[in-house]
């Protein structure tokens, strides 16, 4: 037997994927399927938890919490988790989870993995799968001591889940970890662009000979109803597009309807980033570009052939003016 298993994230929205992957682990430790919310909690956020199937909500109303920086979020969920002697915890491989989760670990003296798939128990603990050395290739983790402490990559998915009445219990806490002080809120100058939301990506690489000739690509975006993205080279090194738009390993992940791929070579750190897509075109002078054999559709041509007839065809099958 365990206390609950807890699921924290910054974002109630992400809890239903937490607690979905919370209920297996539940069933066999035995315990209950439990979120933390941290500060003042409205009633969308008590919907959120209870559409995705919490049974507690450890609410800590403390005003001022959530901007106060990681060690005092890590200390709210320790006391939380070590009051309920909690055998699991689970957090976002949001940026503010992979902050805190290692500082609950820390506090624990156990072990914590992070972004991680799939956490299943076995007689030997908690099995998780992870990717490593650049996304190249896949890692089982098997976590031994108790509390399993956690970040899941989150991939957007609404589990289907029967919704509950979620008991909420009030925690007193008193931050003694040092805290942030939040001096002034800058917004980014452009507009960020959210798209791991996003139904359909065009992406552009190295492919391109220069900047305005990403124009091309924007078209068939604008055409398609979706976003531009790019491979590392073009946001990082040559500075073509804004790093908000950058997939992979060290850039956004993100699932999509629809990935373009064009003038992308898909080296594994792009891969990782995009391969989860549902339906991915590739369009590449070289038929043997790793981004073909993960493609659903390869195209082998010149993108500067290829993409205005397909956008023309496109806005004739649409019936969009040009
Ligand atoms: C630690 C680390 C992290 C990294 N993280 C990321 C990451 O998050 N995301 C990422 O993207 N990269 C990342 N990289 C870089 C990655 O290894 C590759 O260098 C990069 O993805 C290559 O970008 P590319 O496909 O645009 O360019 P290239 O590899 O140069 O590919 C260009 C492609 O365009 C094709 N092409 C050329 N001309 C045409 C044409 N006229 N028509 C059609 N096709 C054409 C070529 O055949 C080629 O396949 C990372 C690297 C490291 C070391």
């Keep these: 037997m365990t206390g609950p298993l807890l699921a924290y994230s910054e974002n109630p929205d992400l809890s239903a994927e937490l607690l979905a992957a919370l209920r297996e682990p539940a069933r066999k430790l035995g315990g209950t399927i439990a979120t933390i919310h941290i500060g003042p909690m409205q009633p969308a956020d008590i919907e959120a938890y209870a559409a995705g199937g919490a049974d507690e909500i450890y609410h800590v109303d403390v005003h001022g919490l959530r901007e106060a920086g990681p060690a005092v979020l890590a200390e709210a969920i320790f006391k939380v988790a070590s009051e309920t002697d909690s055998g699991l915890i689970l957090l976002p491989a949001t ?83 040092p805290r942030l002080e939040l001096v002034e809120v800058v917004k980014p100058e452009a507009e960020r662009v ?19 000739d990403i124009k091309i690509a924007e078209e068939l975006a604008e055409v398609t109803g979706g976003e531009l993205g790019c491979s590392r080279p073009i946001s990082g090194d040559l500075k073509w597009l804004p790093e908000d738009r950058h997939i992979g390993l060290s850039g956004k992940r993100v699932r999509p309807n629809l990935y373009i791929a064009v003038g992308v070579s898909g080296q594994v750190q792009h891969l990782v980033g995009m391969r989860d897509s549902r339906t991915i075109i590739a369009i590449n002078t070289d038929p043997n570009a790793p981004i073909m054999k993960e493609a659903d559709y390869a195209i082998v041509g010149d993108l500067y052939k290829v993409l205005p007839a397909l956008t023309a065809s496109l806005r004739r099958l649409l019936g969009k003016q040009a």
């Design 95 to 177: 940026k503010t989870g992979r902050e805190v989760a290692p500082r609950v670990a820390q506090r624990f003296q156990t072990g914590y993995a992070s972004e991680c798939v799939d956490p299943e128990l076995t007689e030997d603990g908690l099995t998780v799968r992870r990717l490593v050395l650049g996304g190249a290739y896949e890692a089982r983790l098997v976590l031994k001591k108790r509390p399993y402490i956690l970040t899941l990559r989150i991939r957007r998915q609404k589990p289907d889940t029967p919704p509950t009445s979620p008991k909420i219990v009030k925690v007193e806490f008193e931050p003694t970890a």
């Design 194 to 212: 959210e798209l791991e939301r996003a139904e359909v990506i065009v992406a552009v690489g190295r492919g391109f000979k220069k900047k305005e």
